[in-house]
């Protein structure tokens, strides 16, 4: 069986992810997590790619460029869950199945943190579980293909 390919996504200011915010967003910084996200992956038998941009621009490009490489995305949209169409429409374009990830369980904090734009054309979400939740996110794309596909 060949590999699964999965997408990774970082949206705006989780480059800061182990400087900003510590008590919120944690400790360890994004360049860890995402080496984690490598090895586990590998160990799942996920190839994937990994990228953050401060750009809502470079994410949707980047959704685009992959359509035809990934066979699902998991996205950490930052801010933009919360407002973007664009990012939103993307995602739909490629119908590919999308797990949304997310740091912190932002439905327990500010109001605003708790409506996604993102969320309804997502297979589902993974929140609060810091950057174990990429991991997650793994092996529910691993168990969706599975069940579902």
């Known amino acids: 069986m060949s590999s699964i390919r999965v997408l990774v996504l970082h949206g705006p200011n989780l480059n800061l992810t182990g400087f900003r915010e510590p008590d919120i967003y944690g400790k360890k910084p994004l360049e860890e997590i995402d080496n984690d996200l490598r090895n586990a992956s590998k160990d799942l038998g996920i190839e994937v790619r990994i990228l953050q ?67 309804p054309v997502t297979i589902g979400q993974v929140v609060g579980f810091g950057g174990y939740g990429y991991i997650m996110a793994m092996q529910a794309i691993l168990n969706y293909r599975k069940e579902v596909v």
Do not use: C, K, M
Request: aromatic content about 4%; proline content about 3%.
């Open 53 to 119: 941009s401060n750009s809502e621009g470079i994410l949707i490009d980047t959704i685009q460029e992959h359509r035809r490489w990934a066979d699902a995305i998991v996205i950490n949209p930052g801010g933009l869950t919360h407002y973007s169409i664009s990012l939103r429409d993307a995602l739909t374009s490629v119908r590919l199945p999308v797990i949304e990830v997310h740091l912190t369980n932002v439905h327990g904090r500010e109001e605003f943190r708790r409506h996604s734009v993102v969320s």
